[in-house]
């Protein structure tokens, strides 16, 4: 699919609903012991496949447009199916749903996928839950197919090496089911939409400084969740108001938690024009999930250094900051983020051979990459390698370009953002 050089972005439209706060409701719904209504859930390929997966355990759901009822099985009552789980694409699946098969004592399951999940690891959720009591195979000791079979859970302390919301979120599902509290600790903060729903389902869960400690639970009783608009999808949108010149955008009820505004935060320190009432980082855990309307304009921007502490908040908007690296003024430059070798596409090497092939002056580094600023980029194709955000990342350049861009496996973006390639034509007409 080609995208032109626009002369212009305006409009006012809504993100797309959430997709991690999407799989988490639903999973949560299906360990909940009363049914659990989910309004705005993302109907994309990722998140149907938690809806299959819950189904396969037990769970009945109910889809109504973009609002869903999930009537679950409870945390210890998920059934075994008869065949494996398909996961799909979905990463996030794959890595927070043994939490719950973990502690389904006797009963075993396999989760497997297609050929990119098949080289996403699965090491750092199989190590803490055999430590918890589980029995884990994976295939070569870290990739799926991934066998679970559930066992009687004992609590843990565990430190995670890379900050990652998907382990962190796993373990504490596991202590759900564990014998006392179990703590998990990270090197920096990673997203908290599991902490906050689990808090509201009235768990005994509190947060000091880069710990959380979870303490057992018999049941979940979850009121309705309503989904945020997706402050990853919205990037995107936010990135071409920023880049095309005499744009305006309204994006309407953006998820600005903390863990999940750390590209915007790093975007006004590059000068970029965005007005939203982000979050403040707080020490005090609450249920809610804070929106705002962002107000968006095109302007010069200057570069900056990520540093790794911001990674996390940030991970999966980082190739958006080598994009706007090559209109900034100067050197933009993104370190710790090593995490991005092992997303859907080696992410590092996707942005840099991608960008580089539309004219960027762009060098990857082992754990991130570093942008000279050359006033724009000329255009050409890139290949999305089967990653949704490459894809957009693509679709940004080329509305931002001087000479358009091809994007080869465009169709990549419906994982996470099905309306993508529409909101930005709405928005350039």
Known sequence: MRFEPARGLSGDLHAPADKSISHRAALLGAMASEPVRVVRYLRAADTDSTLDAVRALGALVEVHDDEIVVRGCGLREAHEPDAPIDVGNAGTLLRLLPGWLAAQEGRSFMLDGDDSIRRRPVDRVVEPLRQMGAE????????????????????????????????????????????????????????????????????????????????????????????????????FLVAAGVLVPGSRLLIRDVGVNWTRSGFLRILRRMQGIVLGDLEDESGELSPHEPVSDLDVAHGALEGTIVEPEEVPLAIDELPLVALLGCFAEGETVVRGAQELRVKESDRIAGVVDGLRGLGAEIEATDDGFAVTGSGGLRGGSIDARGDHRLAM?????????????????????AVSYPRFVEDLAELAS
């Open 136 to 235: 884990l195979q994976a295939t070569d000791g870290r990739f799926p197919p991934l066998s679970v079979r559930g066992g009687r859970l004992r609590a843990i302390s565990w430190e995670l090496d890379v900050a990652s919301a998907q382990v962190k979120s796993c373990i504490l599902l596991a202590a759900l089911a564990a014998d006392g509290a179990t703590t998990v600790g990270e090197p920096a903060r990673s997203r908290d939409h599991t902490e906050r729903m689990l808090l509201g389902a009235g768990v005994s869960i509190h947060r000091n400084g880069r710990h959380v400690t979870v303490v057992n639970a018999d049941e979940l009783l979850l009121d309705s969740i309503n989904v945020p608009g997706d402050p990853s999808s919205a990037a």
């Open 393 to 413: 990342v693509g679709a940004v350049a080329g509305l931002a370009s001087q000479e358009g861009v091809e994007v080869i496996g465009m169709d990549a973006a």
